[in-house]
Every structure is written in C-alpha cells, then in structure tokens.
C-alpha cells in the first residue's frame, strides 16, 4: 500500500468529481431513490445550504438557495423538506407580500419535485435582535418574537407542514445575574402560547390539523448558560403550567444534543416516548462533551445508533427523520449531494433495517426472554440466594452485545476475516 500514493497521479481539478463519483459507484450498497422515499426522512434547507463556516472557518462552499437543495433531494429521494424562515426568506421580507410570493415559489418547487415540506421553524438566534433571546426584557422584542412564531405557523399551514420546531438556543446568559431565570421561562411559554393559539385559529380556517409543536434542547452554545439544556428540562417545561396547550407541545430531540451533555441518546428518547412527547428526531452523530460538531449519522456511534432505531423500532415511532447534520467544510458543492447527502440516508436505511435484524434475532429474542422469565424456586426476600440463582444468566448481557456488534458488521450473516 505505501507505494499506492508514489502511483498516483496529481488528479487536475476538472477530473476530481468524476474521481469522485466513480469510488462513490465503488462504494456500491446505495438504495434506489424509489426506496429512499419509503422512510419518513427529511432535509433540512440549512443543512443542504450550510457553507461551511463556523467561528473559526470561513466558508468553503458556494451559496445555493431552496431551489437547488429541493431538486437535488428529490434526486436523490429524500422525500421532505424542512426550513426555518430566514433560510428562504430575508428578515426584512418576514410577514409581507414578498415573503408569499417566495412562499408561492417554494409551493411549486416541491410540487414539481414530488416533495412535501413536512417542518417549519423560526431563527430565533441568528439575527441582531435576538442578541437578549427571543423571550427578552423588552417587550417590544417579546411582541416581535411572537409575530414571528406566528408568522412561520402561518407559513407553515400554506406549505402543508406538520410540525413547528423551536430551538431556543439563545435564551439564557453569558453573564451571572443578568437574567432571572423564571421571569425568562414565562416569557417564553408566552411566545409558544401565541403560536399554539394562531395555530388554532389558522387550522381551524384552513380546515387542517393543528401543528405538533417540538422543543429542541441542545447543552450549550450558542449561550453559555442554557435554561433548558435537555430534552428532559424540556419535558418540566411542557408540565410546568405555563403553557396554554401542554398537549400540543412535544419534543425534538437531536442524537448528539443529548451526547453532548454526557447523557445516553437512547435513554433520553426513552424517557420521550414514556410521556408520550417523542414527535421528531434530528438524526446526526458526534462526540460526548464537545460542541454541536453534527456529524453525519452512523459515522462515529454505530453501535448505539442501531440501539436507538431498536428501541425506536420496538415502540413504533413513526414521527420523522430529519437530517440534521452539517456536510463537512471539506466537502464541496458537488460532494454535498453526490456523496454526504446520499450515504447518510443509506447508512439511516441500513441502520433501520438491522434494527429490524435485531429485533427478530433469535439469539437475542432467547436471551431476552430468558433474563424476563428469571430463576426458578428462589426466596424472593433472600437477597444471596436471589444473586446466586441468577448468576449465570446475567452472562447474557453481555453475549446480547456481541450479538448487536455481529449483526453490525454482518457476521450473523457469515461475515468472517479467518476461520
Ligand atoms: C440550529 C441548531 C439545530 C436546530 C435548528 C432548528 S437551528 O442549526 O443547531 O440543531 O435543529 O432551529
Ligand atoms: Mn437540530
Ligand atoms: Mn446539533
């Protein structure tokens, strides 16, 4: 192999697509855009348009609006769009006829691209005004804060959305004292009060369901002291009494927000699905302890990804899959929707359907079943003979791992590197 790279050509610019095209083709194991379609996933317009740049980076890709992102995903077969407002709508435009009139545009893009746009969600922590949160001392922020829930639930019900997302990323402080805290909490139920009740009002009119209204948590960034850093701070909130219509409010919950505040992805969702608030999940991958990185799904936690989709699987989530991740700033324009876009919803497909492996494996089903039917004969307030009785049985543990590791790498299947 070291000679591999003294072989190597210098590849010119003009022929490093087809280079990369041609190992994509290599790659093999891509799932048609037929079947794509099939799974409940969507692309999020600022993860396709993400140029990426950051703190530290200046971007390294050409801007590219709704248009290119809704024709490439219709390519590749993802089958729903997301947006926040001010992605496809400048900030000035917000709630007059310019922004209709892209509204009208978008409508015929997905139309003629078969897609569906299934999420709707505001910036609420981008732009100069939310430099003190969207739920701010000032009033008159609190008032434009919820004009602009409004708007996009409005916005939302002309694109035939399903759900609304918040993300409030920015509400908490940099500073100690500068806020209190449940003066901000207040105001902020009062924003999602104003869209759970324009969203009434709008349903009811346009003859449509009400929106299901998800609260995304992430740890930290972009403050740095988050007053609900967790999907479970979140599910406080929603109990709280101060909101209007607790039952219209659920949870999107994103993998690595959780990984990020050392949590277990899957227990957090776990503990969603139990109060009955698991409604969206924004799928990408990344490191414990470390900042939003959102790195594609499956490329760092395999494993517990395909512990996730079990659980997932198991108790029938149907909500969507919206690809929240952020291609790498390494990746170019073409690379986005030729190679990041693509494998990360063959790697969800194929994540899925070993999920489903897991779930009918007999192994595991024996051992599962075994460890629930427990010991035989046992004094059950006699704490000794009750560890002696199951001691060889809690050795499944860890052969159940094993056997998720093999259904990964596909030695169930008669995957072997020696016999
Ligand atoms: C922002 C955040 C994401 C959220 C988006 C929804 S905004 O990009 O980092 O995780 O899902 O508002
Ligand atoms: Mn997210
Ligand atoms: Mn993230």
């Known amino acids: 192999m070291a000679g591999s790279e003294i072989l190597m050509k210098p590849v010119p610019a003009n022929k490093q697509q087809a280079l990369v095209d041609r190992l994509m083709n290599a790659c093999g194991g891509a799932y048609?855009?037929?079947?794509?379609?099939?799974y409940y996933i969507s692309g999020p317009q600022w993860a396709a348009a993400y140029q990426g740049q950051a703190l530290f980076h200046a971007p390294t890709r050409e801007p590219?609006?709704?248009?290119?992102?809704?024709?490439e995903s219709a390519k590749i077969g993802i089958g729903h769009w997301t947006t926040h407002d001010t992605d496809v709508i400048q900030t000035a435009a917000l709630g007059k006829d310019e922004q209709w009139s892209i509204v009208g545009q978008i409508k015929k893009s997905l139309t003629k691209h078969g897609l569906e746009c299934s999420?709707?969600?505001?910036?609420?922590f981008f732009h100069a005004v939310w430099a003190a949160s969207p739920a701010a001392e000032s009033p008159q922020v609190r008032e434009y804060a919820a004009f602009r829930v409004k708007?996009?639930?409005?916005i939302g019900h002309e694109l035939g959305a399903r759900f609304a997302v918040y993300w409030p990323g920015s509400l908490g402080y940099y500073t100690q004292g500068a806020v209190e805290e449940t003066e901000t909490l207040t105001w902020y139920a009062e924003a999602l009060n104003a869209a759970c009740e324009r969203d009434i009002e709008v349903a009811a009119k346009k003859k449509r369901k009400t929106l299901q209204h998800c609260l995304e948590a992430k740890p930290f960034e972009p403050q740095a002291e988050i007053l609900l850093p967790t999907s479970d701070a979140m599910l406080a909130f929603i109990s709280s009494g101060l909101l209007k219509h607790p039952e219209m409010v659920g949870l999107n919950p994103e993998?690595?927000?959780?990984?990020?505040?050392?949590?277990?992805?899957?227990?957090?969702?776990?503990?969603?699905?139990?109060?009955?608030?698991?409604?969206?999940?924004?799928?990408n991958d990344g490191y414990r302890l470390k900042h939003d990185v959102d790195i594609a799904i499956g490329l760092v936690n395999p494993l517990d990804w395909l512990n996730v989709l079990v659980l997932l699987r198991t108790h029938n989530y149907n909500g969507p899959f919206n690809l929240d991740y952020k291609p790498p700033r390494t990746t170019s324009n073409h690379g986005v929707f030729a190679v990041?876009?693509?494998?990360?919803?063959?790697?969800?497909?194929?994540?899925?359907?070993?999920?489903?492996d897991v779930i009918s494996d007999p192994v595991i089903k024996q051992a599962t079943e075994a460890l629930k039917a427990g010991a035989e004969a046992v004094d059950t307030r006699d704490a000794e003979a009750l560890a002696a009785a199951h001691?060889?049985?809690l050795t499944l543990h860890e052969l159940i791992a094993h056997r998720m590791f093999q259904i990964l790498i596909g030695a169930h299947a008669g995957r072997r590197y020696s016999i």
């Open 32 to 38: 048609s855009p037929k079947t794509r379609k099939k």
């Open 64 to 71: 590219i609006g709704f248009e290119d992102v809704i024709r």
């Open 119 to 124: 999420m709707v969600t505001t910036e609420t």
């Open 151 to 154: 708007n996009t639930v409005d």
């Open 255 to 283: 993998y690595l927000h959780e990984l990020m505040w050392g949590g277990a992805p899957r227990a957090a969702l776990a503990r969603a699905l139990l109060a009955g608030k698991l409604w969206h999940f924004d799928i």
């Open 340 to 356: 990041s876009f693509p494998t990360a919803v063959d790697r969800f497909i194929t994540l899925w359907e070993m999920a489903g």
């Open 391 to 393: 001691r060889e049985m």
